[in-house]
């Protein structure tokens, strides 16, 4: 099992920065891919960004390609991702997930979730 626990969300105004993280603990979370997935309110939750085990595969939705960046560090099981120049349609809960796989991450089912954390853009 592995456990991911997300932290940094919170209400800042179009244009600001915020950085999320997710820690993970259990049996080998450092071999598993990870990622951020979204859910704004009436919306399906959609795939935000996932890296690799090893952080050198990247992948980034459309809508925030060019704003937010994804890492790891594996040292502390922790998966960042540094989001700039938000805009109020980033308002979602972001959920932080890990799989196995990165292609299963992209695209289902996920092996594991966090809680979730709340981000709030206001314009």
Request: net charge positive; with cysteine.
């Amino acid at each position: 099992q592995v456990q991911l626990v997300e932290s940094g969300g919170g209400l800042v105004q179009a244009g600001a920065s915020l950085r999320l993280s997710c820690t993970a603990s259990g049996r080998t979370s450092s071999t598993y891919a990870r990622g951020w997935f979204r859910q704004a309110p009436g919306k399906e939750r959609e795939f935000v960004s996932a890296i690799s085990w090893n952080g050198v595969s990247t992948y980034y939705a459309d809508s925030v390609k060019g704003r937010f960046t994804i890492s790891r560090d594996n040292a502390k099981n922790t998966v960042y991702l540094q989001m700039n120049s938000l805009k109020p349609e980033d308002t979602a809960v972001y959920y932080c997930a890990a799989d196995f796989s990165i292609s299963q991450l992209q695209r289902g089912p996920v092996d594991y979730w966090g809680q979730g954390t709340q981000v709030t853009v206001s314009s």
